[in-house]
């Protein structure tokens, strides 16, 4: 059970759509952390974890200013970070072109992707 | 010619006689000399060179000891001594200088017509200037005559008394012709010039605005008594609404006009008979025409008279009289040369009306342009502004005296924008400058003492008959409150879409997860529910890509990444992704491939968007157990192209024009259950076209349709 031992960070405000994917990701074996916070997010970034799905439109500290800290911090720029929004498409517009530049490893429209799409995209990155 | 003998002086008279072989030969040397005479005097243009010639060399042949050229005056019959040759160089007088016919040694001569010959002036009666008596021997006087009109006398005189030889005389006819000829001719050509100068003086005043129509009329009326040797001219013009004359200018400042009678018409004065007969009327002998009334007569002293018309183009406008030839009667030159000085007035007249119309025309379109609300600018073939009105001046602050006659560039540099603003607009404008067709830019600028505005310029150009620019033409319309409206509107559909989008991804999510047994197995009934709601949810996230969609397209936000890619992989991708949805209707996919590798140049997302549209429309409007072929290739231009061809529905001739509009939707008994806002096309449509393709329809009502689009190959070269 290699998979059990991924962790993977959701930060996420929406409560539904916070618990949707905790469940489908926890259901398949990751361990689930979430946060809902842009500022608790950056510490809890601190004490790692193997993937991180990053919302955009966030209370405190927006999902693209998350991204510039994390990949800007040496202990932290490694880990592998999908934008999971609601703004934005996915084909090339100023939102992804933006994540994507900061160092994103993808950039998912959650309403245009199921929970297995988004595992799926996971399980390709780790 | 024999003189004759009159006590003291002897007249020449007109009697041949035989001459002599001396006098033959004489002949023969004079006529030399007078053919060099004739041939120099005729050279000069200038009158006074002329007679101090004509002198010079008669007291040079005559061996004369003075010689002087008195001239005749028609106008009070005198005789005027114009030039003296003498040898003491006393340039005064021989004779009192203005004499009458009859007086004296030439004016007999004058009188007679005749050559008159004074041996020894102190013994003859004939002398006038007692004074001078000592200084003069004998006289000869010869009138100078051409055509039979009395051009003056020319007179020889020596310091001792001396007999006139016959042929003497007759060499002196032939010389006095001569210079007669000579005066006369340079008379002539003196008087066409003045009146070619005072022609071309009227002629040459052009372009008068209306303003200046009545001076102008004025100086020529004024000019017109000098050019005729006239006393006077008045100038008449009809009045249309009370069909009277009323004077309208006179050369004469004395000639009262108010005191006229009404000149109605109706009555037999010369001014009316010549504006009704449009003919001119020419009366020398005012007694013998009862035309010109006593009362004007008396009021301006007439007693010669031209009158001509002024004719118009189409009609006659008014009367020219032209009052008293000075020393002589009028001719029909004279009223020729009136009719000219006429028609020239009645073109400036008409031109007057004309330009009268062409301001107010002018008056008109400068309002228009003034008070038009939107900003009108115009650059001239020399790039030279010309046109800024009052909308500008208003929305820059710029008053158009400050910028007239000023290049595009300079006129950006006075706005009161910002720097960069400067420069973004000039790079945005400087490009349509050369360009023939109209082109319409969006510009935001922020305005140094306000806040951001948002203008729409257009440009268009004048072109020329060999279509080069002429003038150009800048619309300028301040859209920053339409820009603030379409904006919110723009932020609100963006705004609810993406809320939408939020809830959606929940229950699209938890459906996906159920269905896939995620919560336990299910019944089919419960996965055919779930199916349904399941669907239904995509439809509502389309429609919400949709709204995006045409935003960016609106918005021109659009953008696009093109590289090369592979392009029949990326339709067995979009064939693999709607394989449910055909089979779900048992329609079967058949890609058929003309190229093995297919590349293109284009965006691949969009590219993959554009044919997972078309499939899904070919899907959605195919019947069960329809066929789908797709294939792709090079079309004649080596374009990558695709076709999509189904055998459903089919679309009617009259719709297919509108398929790619905003919001169509064809009604047929599939659209219904289809759904879908109506974009799919339009967005397909922009898609194709941003990347530099087109795209095709080709469809039959009933047989089925084929969509097809091309893409480039390679990356343009642009």
């Known amino acids: ?126 | 010619m024999p003189f004759i003998n009159h006590k003291n002086y002897f007249v020449l008279e007109n009697k041949t006689r035989p001459l002599s072989k001396m006098e033959h030969f004489d002949l023969a040397k004079q006529s030399n000399l007078l053919y060099r005479v004739s041939n120099s005097l005729l050279r000069i243009d200038d009158p006074e060179k002329l007679l101090q010639k004509a002198v010079d060399e008669t007291k040079n042949v005559m061996d004369a000891f003075t010689v002087s050229i008195a001239l005749y005056n028609q106008a009070n019959h005198m005789l005027r001594v114009e030039l003296i040759n003498r040898d003491d160089g006393e340039d005064k007088p021989l004779y009192t200088k203005e004499f009458a016919i009859g007086e004296g040694v030439a004016g007999l001569a004058a009188k007679l017509r005749k050559i008159v010959a004074v041996p020894d002036i102190r013994e003859s009666s004939l002398f006038i200037n007692k004074n001078r008596k000592n200084n003069f021997g004998g006289i000869i006087s010869v009138p100078m005559i051409i055509a039979g009109e009395l051009i003056g006398v020319l007179n020889i005189s020596s310091k001792e008394p001396r007999i006139f030889t016959e042929s003497e005389a007759e060499f002196l006819t032939v010389l006095s012709t001569i210079i007669a000829a000579a005066i006369k001719n340079n008379h002539l050509y003196r008087k066409l010039d003045n009146q070619v100068k005072g022609l071309s003086r009227l002629f040459g005043v052009t372009s008068v605005t209306s303003q200046q129509t009545k001076n102008t009329i004025s100086s020529i009326v004024n000019s017109l008594p000098a050019l005729l040797e006239s006393e006077k001219a008045h100038l008449l013009l009809l009045n249309n609404e009370t069909q009277t004359l009323e004077f309208y200018a006179s050369s004469a400042s004395s000639d009262k006009f108010e005191k006229l009678p009404d000149m109605k018409l109706k009555n037999k004065s010369v001014s009316c008979t010549v504006l009704k007969t449009e003919k001119p009327i020419l009366i020398n002998n005012i007694d013998k025409s009862d035309l010109i009334n006593k009362k004007f007569r008396k009021l301006f002293a007439i007693k010669k008279q031209i009158s001509v018309p002024v004719m118009g183009k189409n009609d006659c406008l008014g009367v020219i009289h032209i009052i008293n030839k000075i020393s002589a009667d009028f001719t029909t030159e004279d009223l020729k040369l009136a009719s000219i000085v006429a028609t020239r007035i009645a073109a400036k007249i008409e031109n007057a009306e004309l330009i009268d119309k062409l301001d107010e025309k002018n008056r008109l379109l400068d309002k228009i342009v003034s008070h038009a609300s939107d900003g009108i600018i115009v650059f001239d073939q020399d790039g030279k502004l010309i046109v800024y009105n009052k909308y500008l001046e208003n929305l820059f602050k710029l008053k158009a005296g400050k910028v007239l006659g000023l290049s595009f560039a300079k006129l950006i540099g006075m706005l009161d924008i910002e720097e960069k603003d400067k420069i973004q607009l000039i790079e945005t404008i400087k490009p349509l400058l050369a360009q023939k067709d109209t082109n319409v830019r969006d510009i935001h600028i922020k305005k140094n003492d306000e806040g951001v505005s948002w203008l729409r310029v257009s440009c268009s150009h004048i072109l020329d008959e060999d279509g080069n620019i002429e003038k150009t033409i800048f619309l300028v319309q301040d859209i920053s409150a339409d820009k603030e409206l379409l904006q919110a509107k723009n932020d609100f559909i963006s705004t609810s879409t993406h809320e939408l989008r939020t809830p959606i991804t929940t229950i699209k999510g938890y459906l996906s997860m159920m269905r896939n047994g995620d919560v336990g197995e299910l019944s089919s009934r419960q996965l055919d529910y779930l199916n349904k709601a399941y669907s239904a949810t995509e439809r509502l996230v389309n429609l919400a890509e949709d709204f995006l969609s045409i935003l960016k397209i609106g918005d021109n936000r659009i953008e696009f990444q093109p590289k090369s890619f592979e392009l029949n992989e990326l339709v067995r991708e979009a064939i693999g992704s709607l394989k449910m949805k055909a089979q779900s209707k048992k329609i079967l996919m058949k890609f058929n491939p003309q190229i093995d590798y297919l590349y293109c140049y284009a965006d691949r997302e969009k590219t993959s968007k554009i044919i997972e549209n078309l499939l899904d429309n070919a899907i959605k409007y195919s019947n069960e157990n329809g066929r789908i072929y797709i294939s792709s290739g090079k079309d004649l231009h080596q374009n990558t192209r695709i076709d999509i061809r189904d055998n459903g529905v089919g679309i009617s001739q009259k719709n297919q024009r509108q398929v790619f509009d905003k919001f169509t939707r064809i009604n047929n008994p599939l659209s219904i259950k289809a759904g879908g806002t109506g974009l799919g096309l339009f967005i397909v449509k922009n898609l194709v076209e941003r990347q530099g393709g087109h795209i095709f329809l080709k469809s039959r009502l009933g047989i089925g349709s084929t969509f097809s689009f091309t893409l480039p190959t390679t990356k343009r070269k642009d």
């Open chain 1, 1 to 126: 059970m290699d998979l059990a031992k991924k962790s993977v960070l959701i930060i996420e405000d929406d409560q539904m759509i916070l618990e949707m994917y905790k469940d489908k990701l926890k259901s398949v074996g990751f361990r689930v952390f979430t946060v809902s916070d842009g500022k608790k997010a950056i510490q809890r970034i601190a004490q790692g974890t193997d993937l991180i799905l990053l919302d955009i439109l966030m209370p405190n500290l927006n999902g693209f200013e998350i991204l510039k800290k994390i990949k800007s911090n040496p202990k932290t720029k490694k880990i592998p970070v999908i934008v999971l929004t609601n703004i934005g498409s996915e084909s090339a517009d100023n939102d992804k072109s933006l994540a994507m530049s900061l160092g994103a490893s993808d950039y998912m429209v959650k309403a245009l992707n199921t929970p297995d799409d988004v595992v799926n995209r996971i399980n390709q990155i780790i």
